[in-house]
């Protein structure tokens, strides 16, 4: 079922938060669990602490944005509808106070309980390429990859019996287009709204799942 294999993708990515990258491809030994913590992991020539902006963005400009919701309340439980639990749907967002000047807006959802594959918060859902005109999810708008490895929402399904996880949407003013594919990953997505990211606009909320 769905929501178990979204309970196997969280559980992954916790054990990634205390077992070394590289011991999944074993051959480094003991020193692996230090040599990750400092330098995120070895697998490959390429470093990890250039493609894990993590939230860098959103602390590095102003919060001028209205982000809410006629569904969800900031700091409170998301409707089971909304998860994996449920149906799944992505829930409505409004917005207002995009500054002017603005060339596009994208919008994340991420776990800031749980890690995802490029070291930074549990990515379920990114959504670029929306209008500056916009005021709510558009029909269009280009999705990418997120940390389930799906072109879609995937809403909050943490490991049953996990205390409450932290989920945040995002909605960030773009000064310029991410020029990045359908499909881009989560670092890349993160990269480049780093470098154009003008205001922000944030709603927490929780969720978690009994054993049943």
Request: charged share 15%; glycine share 14%; with cysteine.
């Amino acid at each position: 079922m769905r929501g178990s294999r979204f309970g196997i993708a969280y559980e992954l990515s916790l054990m990634r938060r205390t077992v070394s990258t590289g011991a999944a491809i074993g051959a480094l030994g003991v020193g692996l669990a230090l040599a990750s913590a400092g330098c995120g992991g070895g697998s490959s020539g390429a470093p990890h602490s250039a493609t894990t902006p993590t939230t860098a963005a959103r602390t590095s400009v102003p919060a001028s944005i209205s982000l809410t919701s006629p569904v969800l309340a900031q700091g409170r439980p998301v409707p089971r509808r909304f998860t994996c639990d449920g149906l799944d749907d992505p829930p409505p967002l409004r917005w207002s106070g995009v500054p002017p000047g603005t060339a596009e807006l994208a919008l994340l959802l991420e776990d800031q309980t749980a890690r995802g594959e490029s070291g930074g918060p549990f990515v379920h859902w990114i959504l670029f390429g929306i209008p500056p005109s916009a005021t709510q999810v558009p029909r269009g708008g280009t999705n990418g990859t997120n940390d389930f490895h799906q072109l879609t929402y995937g809403g909050p399904c943490p490991p049953d019996n996990d205390p409450a996880h932290r989920y945040v949407f995002t909605l960030y003013a773009l000064r310029a287009p991410l020029d990045l594919p359908k499909g881009a990953p989560p670092a890349d997505v993160r990269a480049a709204i780093g470098r154009a990211a003008s205001a922000q606009g944030r709603l927490t909320v929780t969720y978690t799942r009994g054993a049943g």
